[in-house]
Protein backbone atom coordinates (compact mmCIF):
# COMPACT_ATOMS: atom_id res chain seq x y z
CA UNK A 1 0.00 0.00 0.00
CA UNK A 2 1.21 3.77 -0.97
CA UNK A 3 0.59 6.23 2.12
CA UNK A 4 0.19 9.55 1.24
CA UNK A 5 0.15 12.08 3.69
CA UNK A 6 -1.39 16.02 2.86
CA UNK A 7 0.06 19.38 5.08
CA UNK A 8 -2.97 21.36 5.03
CA UNK A 9 -2.25 24.93 6.52
CA UNK A 10 -4.48 28.13 6.73
CA UNK A 11 -3.10 30.97 5.02
CA UNK A 12 -0.39 32.23 8.44
CA UNK A 13 0.50 28.21 7.97
CA UNK A 14 1.35 28.82 4.03
CA UNK A 15 3.01 32.52 4.93
CA UNK A 16 5.11 30.51 7.84
CA UNK A 17 6.44 27.55 5.74
CA UNK A 18 6.59 30.30 2.55
CA UNK A 19 9.22 32.06 5.19
CA UNK A 20 11.26 28.52 5.70
CA UNK A 21 11.50 27.80 2.57
CA UNK A 22 12.76 30.91 1.37
CA UNK A 23 15.00 30.96 4.72
CA UNK A 24 16.56 27.38 4.82
CA UNK A 25 16.20 24.68 7.18
CA UNK A 26 19.05 24.88 9.73
CA UNK A 27 18.02 24.43 13.41
CA UNK A 28 19.04 28.35 14.16
CA UNK A 29 16.88 29.38 10.94
CA UNK A 30 13.86 27.66 11.65
CA UNK A 31 14.21 28.50 15.23
CA UNK A 32 14.35 32.31 14.81
CA UNK A 33 11.61 32.09 11.60
CA UNK A 34 8.93 30.72 13.72
CA UNK A 35 10.13 33.38 16.57
CA UNK A 36 10.16 36.42 14.29
CA UNK A 37 6.79 34.96 12.61
CA UNK A 38 4.77 34.53 16.37
CA UNK A 39 6.24 38.00 17.29
CA UNK A 40 4.47 39.75 14.26
CA UNK A 41 1.82 37.88 14.30
CA UNK A 42 1.51 39.34 17.68
CA UNK A 43 2.53 37.29 20.22
CA UNK A 44 4.99 38.56 23.61
CA UNK A 45 7.70 35.49 23.72
CA UNK A 46 9.31 35.76 27.06
CA UNK A 47 11.93 34.04 28.12
CA UNK A 48 11.60 30.65 30.32
CA UNK A 49 14.61 32.44 32.03
CA UNK A 50 12.06 35.48 33.28
CA UNK A 51 9.51 33.14 34.57
CA UNK A 52 11.52 30.53 36.33
CA UNK A 53 15.54 32.88 37.05
CA UNK A 54 16.54 30.08 39.44
CA UNK A 55 16.90 27.54 36.20
CA UNK A 56 20.12 29.84 35.84
CA UNK A 57 23.33 28.71 36.94
CA UNK A 58 25.07 31.95 38.62
CA UNK A 59 28.60 32.85 39.24
CA UNK A 60 30.81 30.79 41.20
CA UNK A 61 31.37 27.17 42.81
CA UNK A 62 28.00 25.51 42.89
CA UNK A 63 29.52 22.54 45.24
CA UNK A 64 31.38 22.01 48.19
CA UNK A 65 34.37 20.30 46.23
CA UNK A 66 37.18 22.17 46.02
CA UNK A 67 38.81 23.14 42.56
CA UNK A 68 42.41 22.55 41.79
CA UNK A 69 44.45 25.13 39.52
CA UNK A 70 44.58 22.58 37.23
CA UNK A 71 40.83 22.51 36.81
CA UNK A 72 41.04 25.97 36.61
CA UNK A 73 43.24 25.84 34.12
CA UNK A 74 41.69 22.52 32.00
CA UNK A 75 38.32 25.25 32.62
CA UNK A 76 40.14 28.19 30.76
CA UNK A 77 42.00 26.04 28.52
CA UNK A 78 38.51 24.69 27.02
CA UNK A 79 36.56 27.85 27.25
CA UNK A 80 39.22 29.64 24.93
CA UNK A 81 38.90 26.85 22.36
CA UNK A 82 35.36 26.72 22.29
CA UNK A 83 35.31 30.69 21.78
CA UNK A 84 37.29 30.26 18.45
CA UNK A 85 35.76 27.67 16.96
CA UNK A 86 31.98 29.31 17.73
CA UNK A 87 31.99 31.08 14.63
CA UNK A 88 31.91 27.55 12.75
CA UNK A 89 28.68 26.75 14.50
CA UNK A 90 30.07 23.73 16.13
CA UNK A 91 31.84 23.26 19.36
CA UNK A 92 29.01 24.16 22.00
CA UNK A 93 30.80 21.47 24.37
CA UNK A 94 33.95 19.73 25.15
CA UNK A 95 35.48 17.63 27.47
CA UNK A 96 38.79 18.20 28.71
CA UNK A 97 41.52 16.24 30.99
CA UNK A 98 45.23 17.15 31.98
CA UNK A 99 44.69 20.14 29.08
CA UNK A 100 44.00 17.45 26.66
CA UNK A 101 40.64 17.93 24.71
CA UNK A 102 39.13 14.56 25.08
CA UNK A 103 36.12 15.36 22.45
CA UNK A 104 34.40 18.46 21.23
CA UNK A 105 30.08 18.49 20.39
CA UNK A 106 30.04 19.24 17.08
CA UNK A 107 26.80 18.28 15.30
CA UNK A 108 26.27 15.64 17.85
CA UNK A 109 24.22 16.39 21.07
CA UNK A 110 26.36 16.44 24.87
CA UNK A 111 24.86 12.98 25.72
CA UNK A 112 26.60 11.89 22.98
CA UNK A 113 29.94 13.20 23.07
CA UNK A 114 29.74 12.57 26.59
CA UNK A 115 29.25 9.05 25.62
CA UNK A 116 32.03 8.94 22.44
CA UNK A 117 34.51 10.15 25.16
CA UNK A 118 34.35 7.24 27.81
CA UNK A 119 36.45 4.96 25.87
CA UNK A 120 39.68 7.78 26.31
CA UNK A 121 39.51 9.42 29.16
CA UNK A 122 42.34 8.51 31.28
CA UNK A 123 42.96 6.50 34.19
CA UNK A 124 44.30 9.55 36.54
CA UNK A 125 44.25 11.24 39.33
CA UNK A 126 43.17 14.62 37.47
CA UNK A 127 39.65 13.91 36.71
CA UNK A 128 38.22 15.16 33.04
CA UNK A 129 35.90 18.18 32.71
CA UNK A 130 32.82 19.06 30.65
CA UNK A 131 32.96 22.24 29.45
CA UNK A 132 29.84 23.81 27.90
CA UNK A 133 28.74 27.33 26.94
CA UNK A 134 25.91 29.22 24.46
CA UNK A 135 26.79 29.99 21.12
CA UNK A 136 26.87 33.64 20.47
CA UNK A 137 24.47 33.37 17.64
CA UNK A 138 21.77 31.95 19.31
CA UNK A 139 18.11 32.91 20.49
CA UNK A 140 19.18 33.01 24.13
CA UNK A 141 14.73 33.79 24.94
CA UNK A 142 14.95 30.25 24.22
CA UNK A 143 17.58 28.35 23.21
CA UNK A 144 20.62 27.99 25.84
CA UNK A 145 22.52 25.20 27.41
CA UNK A 146 21.08 22.97 29.63
CA UNK A 147 22.32 20.79 32.49
CA UNK A 148 19.80 17.45 33.13
CA UNK A 149 19.63 15.36 35.95
CA UNK A 150 20.73 12.25 34.23
CA UNK A 151 23.79 14.12 32.60
CA UNK A 152 25.14 15.02 35.90
CA UNK A 153 24.63 11.33 36.99
CA UNK A 154 26.19 9.73 33.99
CA UNK A 155 29.19 12.30 34.66
CA UNK A 156 29.37 11.15 38.62
CA UNK A 157 29.41 7.58 37.43
CA UNK A 158 32.36 8.26 34.77
CA UNK A 159 34.29 10.18 37.08
CA UNK A 160 34.13 13.63 35.71
CA UNK A 161 35.44 16.20 38.17
CA UNK A 162 32.43 18.58 37.11
CA UNK A 163 30.73 20.44 35.17
CA UNK A 164 31.72 24.09 34.06
CA UNK A 165 29.71 26.31 32.78
CA UNK A 166 29.00 30.60 31.43
CA UNK A 167 27.49 32.17 34.51
CA UNK A 168 23.86 33.43 33.72
CA UNK A 169 23.70 31.88 30.26
CA UNK A 170 22.88 28.31 31.34
Given at each position: ??????????????K????????????E???????N????????????????P???????????????????????????????????????????????????????????????????????????????????????????????????????Q?????????????
Open positions: QQHVSRLLMDSKGNLLSHLLRNGFSNIILNTVLFLEKEGFNLIPVTNLVELVVGFGNMTDSFIRKNQLDDIEQGKKMLQEIASFNIGLSLIIQEGLVLGIDTRENTDQLIKNSQKIIKNSNISPILIKLSQYNKNQRVDFPCIGLEMIQKLHLGFAGIAVEANKS
